[in-house]
């Protein structure tokens, strides 16, 4: 590898500064790259060495290690925290997280809307199979002992999501919850915050979480507030509405004071597209009179759902078999179609924020039509009889897979999205999951932000159209995400920290997979070490699942 230009002159500078270890011996020591420590400061050459699951030394490194890694013309950074993930129970069935630890992904926060626990009250406990062993979970502390018990190569954090408490409450029932319930759904918070969970994630946008009003939520936000906790959302809308839900996440924090991370900033109807600087503009009104209001964003225009999700929220009260009923209902047929082009006020309508463009909805299911967009299915399928039209079609594909068509849906732009991105407050999640190109992993036609968040980031947006420095976008990915949910000794490259690195080639780190071809690792993700151990060394995952249950304390 060739050193950059100016590099001795560099390191000279810097040595003179730096603090000499000398004499002593490390597990591993990684030399000569350039250091960005997760701060958001400008980087500087330095060695790295690392005793045990903890740095040690970030400077002048005169000692050896057991192991030495060669880092010349490559970035050394903290390994990058994922704090919008999905991974829960893929990393049970497969836990060497591929997808994330290629892209230098070292830990991953879990439970947005909906998380591994808790599954009581009126839901059964949850099982699961690892390898031959099954398990039944009902706490969320029971998965962070599995997750432990089991090995993964990421570290592990979680949030507890609204869904779990509302259903263990009220089953599948749209009534509102009594006294007796509210205090089900607060016990049931608070023991899992007690357990480790990060906080209160909600997903607002479909039920049940859409059936929490802003006082259900700022409610159970006083138990996160007890523990010092946060609360992450995933507004109620992000259409026609998302002013309105902007407002609604930021009064929950003015009432209770507890933080507020917004999932996946974005403006998701085409009717308001180029107005995220009046999104920007709310939530800096917000941290200028003293809320602690965020949010973080994926690298892309497009977003994953499902096409149950056209479908009103009416017809979803009671689970999965009374809506299935519901499609087959001839005499329903009317009422739906007339919410889904006409809308319902509050319901973020994903027919109409795509402009009712089929071609504009890529299947990313695992089933016949994957990799298609709907109006080349709605082609395949059975043409309509008379009288009906293409949402008839839309409701008997429902019915025929089961009520539930995994999507993608182009529903916002690059530059709303990159305007968010560039505020010092916004970070980077993926909102996707751990994925392969081989084995039992590699399913479905997942969105590429799966394989290719973090080094899209600094591959397109660094490097290619210098929208962020590489220390801010390092930042983003590392020591923001780890203060927002409190990770102790994460995120940050500096002695004491535990080893979580990942070392990158800048010039050449970028993401392969695509929306059609989506099972494709990237390129320039060198190393990646979780607490110490190597797990990624160039293009081959060692097979090592260092990874921990990081439980809040």
């Known amino acids: 590898m060739k050193s950059k230009p100016g590099w001795l002159t560099a390191v000279a500078m810097v040595s003179a500064v730096a603090t000499s270890v000398s ?58 925290i994922d704090i919008h993930s999905h991974s829960d129970f893929n990393l049970l069935q497969d836990g060497h997280a591929q997808s994330k630890i290629r892209q230098g992904v070292t830990t991953e926060v879990l439970g947005e809307g909906s998380s591994a626990g808790p599954y009581q009250g009126r839901v059964s406990a949850k099982h699961v199979t690892v390898g031959e062993t099954g398990h039944d979970l009902t706490t969320l502390g029971e998965y962070f002992d599995l997750i432990d018990q089991s090995g993964v190569s990421v570290n592990v954090a979680s949030y507890v999501g609204i869904g779990n408490l509302w259903r263990a409450a009220m089953g599948d029932s749209f009534d509102r919850p009594d006294a007796k319930q509210r205090a089900m759904m607060k016990r049931l918070l ?85 107005r995220m600087n009046e999104v920007i503009a709310l939530i800096e009104a917000a941290r200028n009179e003293g809320l602690n209001i965020q949010a973080n964003v994926y690298p892309y225009t497009r977003g994953n759902n499902n096409l149950d999700s056209i479908i009103p929220p009416w017809a979803h009260e009671g689970g ?5 009923a519901r499609l087959k209902d001839r005499s329903l047929r009317a009422r739906l179609k007339r919410d889904i082009r006409s809308g319902i006020p509050g319901w973020y309508n994903h027919f109409t924020a795509v402009g009712g463009d089929w071609s504009r909805m890529l299947i990313s299911a695992n089933s016949t039509y994957r990799g298609l967009t709907m109006d080349r299915v709605l082609v395949l399928r059975p043409k309509p009889k008379d009288g009906e039209d293409d949402l008839d079609q839309l409701f008997d594909l429902l019915i025929d897979e089961g009520g539930s068509v995994s999507t993608v849906y182009a529903h916002h732009t690059d530059r709303d999205m990159t305007l968010a991105l560039s505020q010092p407050w916004c970070s980077v999640g993926s909102d996707g999951s751990a994925y392969a190109i081989e084995g039992p992993l590699r399913k479905g036609n997942p969105h590429p932000r799966n394989f290719g968040t973090f080094p899209r980031v600094l591959g397109v947006y660094v490097r290619e159209l210098k929208l962020l420095r590489l220390e801010d976008a390092v930042r983003k990915m590392t020591s923001l995400n780890a203060a927002k949910v409190g ?67």
């Not at 500087?44 to 013309?73: H, L, S, W």
């Open 23 to 80: 004499g002593a011996d490390f597990d591993l020591v990684i030399r000569g790259g350039r250091v960005v420590d997760g701060s958001g400061n400008p980087w500087r050459y330095a060695d790295v060495a690392v005793k045990g699951d903890r740095v040690v030394a970030v400077g002048r490194v005169t000692g050896t290690g057991e192991r030495e890694f060669d880092a010349k013309g490559l970035v050394v950074s903290p390994g990058f």
């Open 190 to 274: 608070d023991e899992a915050v007690r357990d480790g969970a990060l906080g209160l994630s909600s997903q607002v946008m479909m039920p049940p979480g859409s059936l929490a009003t802003v006082d259900d939520v700022s409610e159970l936000c006083t138990v996160v507030a007890k523990h010092g906790a946060i609360y992450s959302t995933h507004i109620r809308n992000e259409g026609t509405e998302v002013f309105d839900a902007v407002k609604e996440a930021i009064e929950v924090g003015r009432r209770t004071g507890v933080p507020v991370d917004i999932i996946h900033l974005k403006i998701a109807d085409e009717k308001y597209w180029g």
């Open 320 to 324: 999965r078999e009374k809506f299935l």
């Open 487 to 553: 990770l102790k000794d994460r995120g940050l490259l500096q002695p004491g920290a535990f080893a979580d690195i990942t070392v990158f080639d800048p010039e050449t780190i970028i993401d392969n997979a695509k929306y059609t071809e989506p099972f494709q690792y990237n390129e320039g993700i060198r190393f990646v070490f979780v607490n110490g151990q190597l797990v990624l060394d160039g293009e081959t995952h060692t097979g090592a699942k260092p990874g921990r249950a990081l439980r809040r304390k």
